[in-house]
Structures are given as structure tokens and as C-alpha cells.
């Protein structure tokens, strides 16, 4: 079955613990992609990637980092989290979105809480 | 710069009536635009796209939305709501031969028995 997985999907933690989340598609997709979700907000996109070894920030990237060393993993990692940063996340995969016909597919989430 | 303006964050709907979300995009160049779902404690599912194949796009679970580019506007519809239909609907904007999809702040449906 075709799937984006993110892991864990709920985090409670405390500021400046370094913490990372996972995100692991079975599609073959070179483009993956980190959003948050917040209320009255929508989904900000924070990190993306090409492709291997490919990363570029998106419009939220600050207190961030994201890696790419295989396609089919894209961890997001909080170095220190601070409790602006609670939030919904989001892993996207896709082919390369150059044209109508290239659904994003999108994990279950991860409910991040810090305090 | 392209955007997306989804009027109503929250929108309460009977049983069996008309459902309409709105969606009004910005973009200086022909835009690829998207509707997505999002069931409680789940991701983001494709519900319908314009691709400029065609202005009325008919998506799954019996929605289908209208591009009207005088009016930049890309308004979801449903002849009549059922329970299932409750969840949070994203109009979501890419312009073409561009990699980044802008999302729109969300509308929140409830349907009332």
C-alpha cells in the first residue's frame, strides 16, 4: 500500500530537548516536503527536498532541520524546542510537482506539544 | 506572488442541504488549483484539481468545484451533505511550471442531523 509514515504521531516534551520526527514514504517520490498546521493558519510549509541530499527551506524554516541521506526518508529535527513550535506536522511526498497530475500524499501527523 | 483566501473558517450545514465552500486565489500566471480533505486525526486526501482541461472538475465522494477566472475564484460544492462529510477542506494553489503549493487557511464543515 502506497503510504507516507510519520512516527511517533503524538510528542509531549519540554523545551530545549532535541527531538526528532520521522518520515518514511514507500512511493519512490523525489520530492518530500514538512508542514505545520496551525489554527486559522493553514499548512506552512517548513522544509523541503528534491531529492537526495537536496534540502531548501520553505516559509517556516526557522529553529528547524531536516535531512535527506536516503529518498525515502525526510526526518524533521528540533534542536531546541521551544513551546512556539507546538504544533500539527505534516510529511508530504510526491513526485516533482512540475505539473497538474502530481498528487501530494500526506502522513497521519504528529501532534507535537512542548512545555 | 500567489495566495489562496478561503472565506468562512467555520461552516455549519443541515443534513441534506447545499454544501458551498469558497475559495478565491490570487496568481499572475495560469494556477493549478486543488481541494483537499482532512478527516479528524488523519492527513490530507486529494479530493478534486483543476488542470485547465476543463472549467467544472468533479471530484470523489460527489463534490466537484468551478474555476471562474474572471472572478479568481474556485468555490467547492455539494448537491446534498451527508454526516461523512464533516472535516476540514484546504483549497490549495500551484502555479505552473512551479514546484511550491500554497495552502488556504481551511474551512471547517459541520453537518447537522
Known amino acids: 500500500e502506497a503510504q507516507v509514515t510519520q512516527n511517533p504521531r503524538y510528542l509531549i516534551t519540554v523545551t530545549g530537548k532535541k527531538l526528532t520526527v520521522t518520515c518514511s514514504q514507500n512511493m519512490n517520490h523525489e520530492y518530500m516536503s514538512w508542514y505545520r498546521q496551525d489554527p486559522g493558519l493553514g499548512l506552512r510549509q517548513i522544509y523541503y527536498?528534491?531529492?537526495?541530499?537536496?534540502?531548501d527551506k520553505g516559509d517556516v524554516p526557522e529553529g528547524y532541520k531536516v535531512s535527506r541521506k536516503e529518498k525515502r526518508n525526510f526526518p524533521l529535527i528540533l534542536e531546541s524546542p521551544s513551546p512556539n513550535q507546538t504544533s500539527l506536522y505534516f510529511c508530504?511526498?510526491?513526485?516533482?510537482?512540475?505539473?497538474?497530475?502530481?498528487?501530494?500524499?500526506f502522513g497521519q501527523g504528529t501532534r507535537l506539544t512542548v512545555v | 506572488a500567489q495566495s489562496v483566501t478561503q472565506l468562512g473558517s467555520h461552516v455549519s450545514v443541515s443534513e441534506g442541504a447545499l454544501v458551498l465552500l469558497r475559495c478565491n486565489y490570487s496568481s499572475s500566471v495560469p494556477p493549478y488549483l486543488f481541494w483537499y480533505v482532512q478527516y479528524p486525526n488523519q492527513g490530507l486526501q486529494l479530493l478534486l484539481k483543476?488542470?485547465?482541461?476543463?472549467?467544472l472538475v468533479k471530484g470523489i465522494n460527489g463534490f466537484e468545484a468551478e474555476f471562474k477566472k474572471s472572478e479568481t475564484s474556485f468555490h467547492l460544492t455539494k448537491p446534498s451533505a451527508h454526516m461523512s462529510d464533516a472535516a476540514e477542506y484546504f483549497c490549495a494553489v500551484r502555479v505552473t511550471g512551479g514546484f511550491k503549493t500554497i495552502f488556504g487557511a481551511g474551512t471547517r464543515l459541520f453537518v447537522k442531523a
Open positions: 527536498s528534491m531529492n537526495v541530499e537536496v534540502t
Open positions: 483543476y488542470t485547465s482541461a476543463a472549467t
Open positions: 508530504a511526498s510526491s513526485p516533482i510537482p512540475q505539473g497538474p497530475n502530481t498528487e501530494a500524499f
